[in-house]
């Protein structure tokens, strides 16, 4: 096991009080969270998202991205449920940190798209990692998940964690003119699925 438990606290948010989990990832030094609500026993599969950070998206009010919107949707359907779990990744940028994501937006300012961007400074388009999932949800007691995404890469990249996944849930919000270019770019070549409004 590479993530250690560090502790645990009350998060009251406007969606309900969760509890918040704080997580070590011993080999990066990087801090990860869950957000928990209400009682994970049982064995019934657990509602849930993995987000990765976007601090422009989740902090900074962001339309560039669907991030914000999207953690917001998530915790407020967990609330909703009576039960679940958000992780919190921290991998900024789809991996590449966020000073990197600013000089990709900088590229995306002149006419590149988001996977154009990673790849013009040198990066894959998408370096997320997964592997600290699975001891987060052992940690909770989590064996299943019904999980809010887009991303068929995610269900997959989790499922090769041992994570069992018994549903995708479409996750579609934030949509506006600002990120139509990011949203499609996502689709045709990262391969999330999405509808058309």
């Avoid at 919000?173 to 770019?185: I, V």
Wanted: proline share 4%; glycine share 10%; net charge neutral.
């Amino acid at each position: 096991m590479s993530v250690r438990f560090i502790a645990e606290s009350r998060l009251p948010t406007p969606f309900g009080q969760f509890t918040m989990h704080g997580f070590e990832d011993e080999r990066t030094g990087k801090e990860h969270i869950a957000l928990s609500f209400g009682d994970l026993k049982g064995d019934e599969p657990m509602l849930g998202r993995v987000h990765s950070e976007c601090l422009t998206g989740d902090a900074l009010f962001s339309v560039r991205c669907d991030c914000g919107s999207q953690l917001q949707l998530a915790l407020k359907k967990i609330a909703e449920e009576g039960r679940g779990v958000l992780l919190y990744l921290r991998q900024e940028g789809r991996g590449i940190g966020l000073l990197n994501k600013i000089r990709a937006y900088e590229l995306q300012d002149h006419g590149l798209d988001t996977v154009e961007a990673n790849e013009e400074l040198g990066f894959a388009p998408d370096m997320r990692q997964y592997d600290m999932c699975r001891d987060m949800l052992n940690h909770l007691g989590v064996s299943s998940l019904r999980l809010m995404t887009n991303n068929p890469r995610k269900v997959d990249a989790l499922v090769k964690q041992g994570i069992q996944i018994v549903e995708r849930l479409p996750h579609q919000t934030g949509q506006n003119p600002h990120n139509e270019r990011y949203l499609a770019t996502k689709m045709c070549k990262l391969g999330h699925l999405y509808n058309k409004a």
